[in-house]
């Protein structure tokens, strides 16, 4: 039978999630965003219902509903969330597919409980390539909300690997434990990933300074090939060669974090445990945005003061 969900925030994400939904199942999707030109071109190319409001989109929902958040963490998601609160009513249920924090998911779930509102974290992975090959989802919430959402969930999910299979079901999305285990578990996903990107960044820069003459998007391509380090990350690094040329020359080096990078590091302090990798990542990106430029000004002035080594003036010196 088919379910009915809102959709909230239709960016890269959450316009593709309405538009595999739309494409692969009958589920009805009402969507909603701050922009009414976006709302216009995703219900154009998707057959959702647009709303015009938040108050609209609820409307339009029959009760129990379903929202589906997908706006930028922090204080638009806890914004938006205390207006749907305003305007749903028991039994209703509130889902964050965004980078939310799990402590602040926790605080959701526990004041909407109040209202008999059910909330469900769920920490999705696939960025813009989702549309085609699915999204990994780690949920965090009541078991009963989460199997209500089950078949939102098996649509926008890819099909498990065979070997998988029988430890996650026929699609790819887990049900981890309470409220905030969903984004828990994406946020050491996300830690982990910048300790991967780094690992790459850091092996094709030595490439980029060999004596060799060496076709990085080649090296990425046959790395795929069986080989120990292969992976998606390495299938995008063939494609960002092949797109922006073997020095990536056209590209900064500046280099953003969402936050889940900062948390991940945050938690395993609070827990001990050691992570040297993430951390190093973390602080490559702030060095990538010239966030040490004091700290190698004061390396140098300090090897000029022990050791009278030569130092280079700034263009301002």
């Known amino acids: 039978m088919p379910s009915q969900i809102g959709f909230v925030g239709l960016g890269r994400m959450g316009g593709n999630m309405v538009a595999r939904i739309k494409r692969d199942s009958d589920h009805e999707v009402v969507a909603y965003d701050r922009d009414p030109a976006t709302v216009e071109k995703v219900t154009a190319a998707t ?120 430890v996650l079901g026929e699609r790819g999305w887990g049900h981890f434990g309470p409220s905030g285990a969903g984004h828990y578990v994406k946020m050491v996903h996300n830690g982990i990933e910048y300790g991967l990107m780094q690992a790459y960044a850091e092996g094709f820069d030595i490439f980029d300074k060999s004596e060799f003459e060496l076709d990085k998007a080649k090296i990425a391509h046959l790395w795929n090939q069986g080989s120990v380090v292969r992976s998606w990350l390495c299938e995008l690094a063939a494609r960002a060669f092949e797109l922006e040329g073997n020095d990536l020359h056209a590209l900064s080096g500046y280099t953003e974090d969402s936050g889940e990078g900062r948390w991940t590091i945050e938690d395993a302090m609070a827990k001990d445990v050691p992570t040297p990798v993430i951390t190093a990542s973390l602080y490559a990106r702030f060095y990538s945005r010239g966030n040490g430029d004091f700290t190698h000004r004061m390396l140098a002035a300090l090897r000029a003061q022990f050791g009278g080594h030569a130092t280079k003036k700034s263009a301002d010196g």
């Open 47 to 166: 057959g959702a219902r647009g709303a015009d409001s938040l108050a609209d989109l609820v409307a339009q929902l029959q009760a129990p509903r379903m929202v589906w958040i997908m706006v930028p963490a922090g204080g638009p998601t806890q914004e938006t969330v205390d207006a749907l609160a305003s305007l749903l009513d028991e039994g209703d249920m509130i889902i964050d597919g965004g980078n939310s924090k799990w402590t602040d998911d926790r605080a959701r779930a526990a004041a909407l409980s109040e209202a008999g509102i059910d909330y469900l974290d769920v920490g999705t992975s696939g960025g813009v390539w989702g549309l085609e090959v699915g999204y990994c989802m780690m949920v965090g919430g009541p078991e009963a909300a989460v199997q209500r959402l089950a078949p939102i969930l098996d649509v926008l999910a890819p099909e498990t690997n065979e070997a998988s299979r029988h």
